[in-house]
């Protein structure tokens, strides 16, 4: 039987601080991760309760090989879409696109990568976006 372990296989970053889109304009700029050491990344973004039903939350993966001169990921180098990892206009339902976790996924092959999350809307809905690095390249990961 394979290891249940992911604990001593993974590590988890802070991609946004934890807040209210819209409350500081219609976006959110995410923390620059490093993936020196791991093959691969997963974003995780959690929307907190949407009730404006024009609201719609894009999130933008961006990376390079150095800090200074990121670039929009190009699709072939990401698991899932942006598209599906935000949020569209409509009616709202919890769990769906309310009050949800969606997540999208990195392996191209720069050391450096960000998302980012826009909205069309000023309500403050909250955000978070937690990096979760993932294959490294020495196991375990120290917690």
């Known amino acids: 039987m394979a290891s249940r372990d992911i ?3 993974i590590d988890a970053i802070r991609g946004t601080a ?4 819209g409350t500081t304009g219609t976006g959110q700029t995410g923390i620059i ?20 039903t ?3 939350f894009t999130p933008v993966i961006k990376s390079g090989s150095v800090t200074g001169t990121l670039a929009s990921v190009a699709d072939a ?6 598209s599906g990892a935000g949020i569209a206009a409509g009616t709202r339902t919890a769990g769906t696109n309310s009050s949800v976790f969606k997540r999208i996924g990195y392996i191209g092959a720069d050391r450096y990568v960000q998302c980012n999350v826009s909205s069309t809307v000023t309500a403050a809905v909250p ?7 993932g294959h490294p390249r020495n196991a375990p990961v120290a917690t």
């Open 54 to 56: 024009n609201a719609v």
């Open 7 to 9: 604990h001593s296989n």
């Open 127 to 133: 955000v978070s976006v937690v990096a979760i690095l």
């Open 77 to 82: 180098n990401l698991l899932g879409t942006e």
């Open 33 to 52: 991760v490093d993936t020196a050491g791991y093959e691969g990344v997963e974003f995780i973004i959690g929307y907190g309760a949407i009730t404006a």
């Open 18 to 21: 934890p807040i209210a889109v």
